[in-house]
């Protein structure tokens, strides 16, 4: 093997498990952000479900 890379590979395989357990976190922590996301989408669509109903009863109540 080429003497560079033989130090290349030296010098990042032993960091290779950081590197590893900080991408998995980064992913971990995005996952968990969309989750909470979402789940703020549900609830916040289902506001607007119930607002759209009172809207529409108040909207009957006034005009017919």
Not at 11 to 32: M, N
Not at 49 to 56: C, N, T
Request: proline share 5%; glycine share 6%; hydrophobic share 50%.
């Amino acid at each position: 093997m080429n003497p560079v890379l033989e130090e290349i590979y030296s010098t990042i395989l032993p960091s290779a498990p950081f590197i590893i357990g900080a991408y998995a976190l980064l992913w971990l922590v995005v996952l968990v952000y969309v989750f909470i996301i979402m789940r703020g989408l549900k609830k916040t669509e289902a506001q607007m479900g119930v607002l759209e109903e009172q809207l529409a009863e108040l909207q009957e109540k006034y005009n017919g």
